[in-house]
């Protein structure tokens, strides 16, 4: 006669380690205040951060920025500026504070850019005259087709004078030569390029004008 197998006793389950902490309330509630503290110290190092670098930067002062990109000539109004609050660690000295009234830009202004005084034309001053660097007055320079290059207002040129004639006529001069490096364009028109040109050579490229051929040759970064 067979006799039945015995039955094998059912494996234990094991148990987890939240399981286990829980049954050992001391142990738990020790775990539980180790890792509130660690909480606790990084929220309070964070903060501590924070105020540090706020103290880093300072206060803050309203500043004029530009909300987009303005050109030379542009007018400067509420349409393309507006006042912001900005580190004063890192305001420039010649930041201006409130909109100006009745100016134009005499450089380019980049979009997010703070607005200095150095960026403004003078007072009153509208087209050319108010991109014309200090020292400098506007000489127009004829534009002709296939000589002229394409330029904006903005742009550097060197004015360059190619002189007619033999070595001999010129005196074993070079027949050509530069006479303005990195003039500045103040207008472009189909008919000419104005630039500006500092006062002490403005005779000496006017005679040139007369006497010889006045070419433009555009800069590229310097």
């Known amino acids: 006669m067979l006799r039945p197998k015995p039955a094998r006793p059912l494996p234990r389950r094991r148990r987890g380690p939240v399981l286990a ?5 001391r142990l738990w509630w020790a775990l539980v205040a180790v890792l509130a ?3 606790g110290t990084a929220v309070a190092s964070a903060v501590e951060r924070a105020d540090a670098a706020r103290r880093a930067w ?3 002062v309203p500043v004029v920025v530009a909300t987009e990109a303005i050109a030379p000539g542009d007018a400067l109004s509420a349409a393309v500026l507006a006042v912001e609050e900005r ?3 890192l305001v420039p000295d010649s930041a201006l504070r409130a909109l100006p009234a009745d100016r134009v830009a005499g450089a380019a202004i980049a979009a997010g850019e703070v607005v200095v005084a150095e960026r403004l034309a003078g007072e009153g001053l509208r087209g050319p005259a108010a991109l014309l660097p200090p020292g400098t007055r506007a000489v127009a320079v004829p534009a002709e087709r296939g000589l002229t290059p394409p330029v904006a207002v903005g742009d550097a040129v060197d004015v360059v004078v190619a002189l007619g004639g033999s070595g001999e006529d010129r005196g074993g001069a070079p027949p050509g030569f530069t006479l303005v490096e990195a003039a500045r364009v103040v207008a472009v028109s189909d008919e000419a390029v104005t630039i500006a040109v500092p006062r002490a050579d403005t005779a000496r490229v006017a005679v040139a004008l007369g006497s010889g051929v006045v070419t433009l040759a555009l800069l590229g970064e310097r």
């Not at 902490?21 to 309330?25: A, G, K, Q």
């Open 58 to 60: 300072g206060t803050t």
């Open 37 to 39: 503290l660690a909480v």
């Open 21 to 25: 902490l829980r049954r050992r309330p």
């Open 87 to 89: 580190p004063a660690a």
